[in-house]
């Protein structure tokens, strides 16, 4: 009886105890997050509880298992399962904490820095987030180097590992060539401040905004909302469009092909209208210029200014379609316009334009131009 009761009283007072931790610590941390809404510390620390509480439960389970007789004769295979959740709960645990603690700081930041700069703040954000995934990737690779030091058979291994280290370098480093390159490049771009989380950009033709961005790859949202994905190293090698680089303010054009009779004043004033109707013109400037002219009609281009590249977007598309709307309701006149006229009579090989050929009185058609010209000469039948 007492093989059975002992192993039950061990677990279960181990999971008991964990929960009551476990739910004192979790109402803690609810109470300081509601006493400090300054910082979100004490609430991203609650996203640590499953952790927490697995880490917590595995060491009270490993510091007492012996004891308890918990399956006797598989006992060293019982310890080494535990050993191994204590150390992969345990790393869970500190990614989490990391996160918390660089994301309360990278919240501050933000806060006070994101109307004076808000350049800075997308720049803080990916190093942050790089910073942040080179933390777990090192936590990580300690966390299952320990778990494998568990074994004895790896203990013994270690040494040879170590002796042929610089060769498994060198072979290493020439099989994951590309990989290494993207991850420096990675390095680069956080910390060179080439592009950042938010930037609007052009790559490949394609516009888009910078969604991620990760050591090895970068991922671009189109205005479709697309997502096309590129390694870093695309960044550092070639040449790209930045349109957040230093300031997001934008210049943008609009085009429209007119009759030369166009009122050009009249078209400056409704510009100068349809500016004033449109949120999205930050009002810096505004201009309408004619920029080309053809035997037909002339090109005229309107300059207008935008607070980024979203907004000058929707300037443009707003002025291009109140300006075809007002000149077809009020000057029609000035809308390009195709001249036609009758086409010229070919002439012939004597110099004189061909005739056209009417029917004859028999109801065939004759050459009534060549007859009279020629009276001599018969007129030809079809």
């Known amino acids: 009886m007492e093989t059975i009761l002992r192993p039950l009283i061990v677990v279960g007072g181990s999971v008991l105890l964990t929960l009551v931790i476990g739910w004192a610590t979790d109402l803690l941390l609810r109470k300081a997050d509601g006493r400090h809404p300054e910082t979100p510390l004490w609430g991203l620390l609650r996203r640590a509880r499953v952790p927490y509480q697995i880490a917590l439960c595995t060491g009270l389970l490993r510091g007492s298992y012996i004891e308890a007789g918990v399956f006797p004769e598989h006992r060293t295979g019982v310890g080494r399962t535990l050993t191994l959740l204590l150390i992969g709960s345990a790393a869970w645990l500190v990614v989490r904490i990391a996160a918390a603690v660089v994301e309360t700081s990278y919240s501050r930041y933000a806060?006070?820095?994101?109307?004076?700069?808000?350049?800075?703040?997308?720049?803080?954000?990916?190093?942050?987030?790089?910073?942040?995934?080179?933390?777990?990737?090192?936590?990580?690779?300690?966390?299952?180097?320990?778990?494998?030091?568990?074994?004895?058979?790896?203990?013994?291994?270690?040494?040879?590992?170590?002796?042929?280290?610089?060769?498994?370098?060198?072979?290493?480093?020439?099989?994951?060539?590309?990989?290494?390159?993207?991850?420096?490049?990675?390095?680069?771009?956080?910390?060179?401040?080439?592009?950042?989380?938010?930037?609007?950009?052009?790559?490949?033709?394609?516009?888009?905004?910078?969604?991620?961005?990760?050591?090895?790859?970068?991922?671009?949202?189109?205005?479709?909302?697309?997502?096309?994905?590129?390694?870093?190293?695309?960044?550092?090698?070639?040449?790209?469009?930045?349109?957040?680089?230093?300031?997001?303010q934008m210049t943008g054009t609009v085009f429209w092909h007119l009759d030369h009779s166009a009122p050009l004043d009249a078209m400056r004033e409704r510009l100068r209208d349809l500016l004033r109707e449109c949120p999205a013109w930050d009002g810096r400037s505004y201009n309408l210029t004619v920029t080309d002219t053809t035997p037909t009609s002339m090109e005229v281009r309107a300059l207008v200014t935008a607070k980024d590249a979203d907004d000058i977007w929707t300037v443009r598309v707003a002025v291009r379609e109140g300006m075809i709307r007002w000149?077809?309701?009020?000057?029609?006149?000035?809308?390009?316009?195709?001249?036609?006229?009758?086409?010229?009579l070919r002439p012939s090989r004597t110099g004189f334009p061909h005739a056209r050929r009417s029917p004859d009185a028999d109801g065939r058609r004759s050459s009534d131009g060549d007859s009279r010209r020629f009276p001599g000469r018969p007129t030809k039948s079809l």
């Open 111 to 248: 806060h006070a820095h994101a109307e004076r700069d808000p350049a800075r703040v997308r720049r803080v954000r990916t190093q942050v987030s790089l910073i942040m995934r080179v933390v777990a990737a090192i936590v990580g690779v300690v966390a299952v180097s320990s778990m494998l030091l568990t074994f004895p058979a790896m203990r013994a291994a270690g040494a040879s590992l170590l002796a042929s280290a610089g060769i498994i370098g060198i072979v290493a480093g020439v099989a994951a060539q590309s990989t290494l390159g993207n991850l420096f490049a990675g390095f680069q771009i956080a910390f060179g401040d080439m592009v950042r989380m938010g930037d609007t950009v052009v790559v490949d033709g394609e516009w888009g905004t910078v969604e991620e961005i990760t050591l090895t790859y970068l991922t671009v949202r189109t205005w479709d909302e697309r997502r096309i994905t590129m390694p870093v190293s695309y960044f550092t090698s070639k040449p790209f469009e930045n349109w957040s680089r230093g300031t997001p």
């Open 327 to 344: 000149l077809a309701d009020e000057h029609p006149y000035a809308l390009p316009r195709v001249n036609t006229a009758d086409a010229a």
